[in-house]
């Protein structure tokens, strides 16, 4: 069992930055991939960034390529979403889940076991 809690969303100008984090609770929090998923107002759940249980490898949606970067630190059982030059359409609640095994970086968000409740990003123009 994997309990997920997201924390660092808010209110932000476009352009500016904001960084989420997702504590874990469970001692097999390393074994599981990470991901960071994302729902706009009125628009379905979309995939945003994973890494693999061992941080060496990562994958981005292309369209948060080069402004988003996925992180994770195993002794703080916590996972980062570092958000650069947001965009209004960067707007949504962002989603922490688990995905296992830890070895691959599912975007579907049907192969994640765990979910975090969510915590609200606003970028403002």
């Known amino acids: 069992q994997v309990r997920l809690v997201e924390s660092g969303g808010g209110l932000v100008q476009a352009g500016g930055s904001l960084s989420l984090a997702c504590a874990a609770s469970g001692r097999t929090f390393s074994s599981y991939t990470m991901g960071w998923f994302r729902q706009a107002p009125g628009k379905e759940r979309e995939f945003v960034a994973a890494i693999s249980w061992n941080g060496g490898k990562t994958l981005y949606a292309d369209s948060v390529k080069g402004r988003f970067t996925i992180s994770r630190d195993h002794a703080k059982n916590t996972e980062y979403l570092q958000m650069d030059n947001l965009k209004p359409e960067d707007t949504a609640i962002y989603h922490c889940?688990?995905?296992?095994?830890?070895?691959?970086?599912?975007?579907?968000?049907?192969?994640?076991?765990?979910w975090g409740q969510g915590t609200l990003v606003t970028v403002s123009p």
């Open positions: 889940a688990a995905s296992f095994p830890g070895n691959l970086l599912p975007v579907n968000d049907s192969e994640y076991n765990y």
